[in-house]
């Protein structure tokens, strides 16, 4: 089993920054891949970001490329997700998980684990 921890969520103006951090704990041996997702009020959960195990790849939607910043440190299992310039449209429930494998992912179905989520809140 794999536990997913996040934080780093919050309240901040449109135009700040935060970054959310996620470790992960268990049976983490082998190699995974990790991602972010979000889910604002009465929408579906949708991709953020998502970095390979080596680092080497990453992934970003859209809505966030340019803004946002997906990295890992291995030694200590946790990813992070620097967010830049932040608008009220990403509000929402930030959500980390681990896909086992070197590969990174874009679907929520590619992913076996999940955090329970940070809070990002953005005030215009």
């Known amino acids: 089993q794999v536990q997913l921890v996040e934080s780093g969520g919050g309240l901040v103006q449109a135009g700040g920054s935060l970054r959310l951090s996620c470790a992960a704990s268990?049976?983490?041996?082998?190699?995974?891949?990790m991602g972010w997702f979000r889910q604002a009020p009465g929408k579906e959960r949708e991709f953020v970001a998502a970095?390979?195990?080596?680092?080497?790849?990453?992934y970003y939607a859209d809505s966030v490329k340019g803004r946002s910043t997906i990295s890992r440190d291995n030694a200590k299992n946790t990813v992070y997700l620097q967010m830049n310039g932040l608008k009220a449209e990403d509000t929402a429930v930030y959500y980390c998980?681990?896909?086992w494998g070197a590969g990174a992912a874009t679907l929520r179905n590619e992913y076996e684990y999940w955090g329970q989520g940070t809070q990002v809140t953005v005030s215009s």
């Open positions: 268990g049976r983490t041996t082998s190699y995974y891949a």
């Open positions: 998980a681990l896909r």
């Open positions: 970095i390979s195990w080596s680092g080497g790849i990453t």
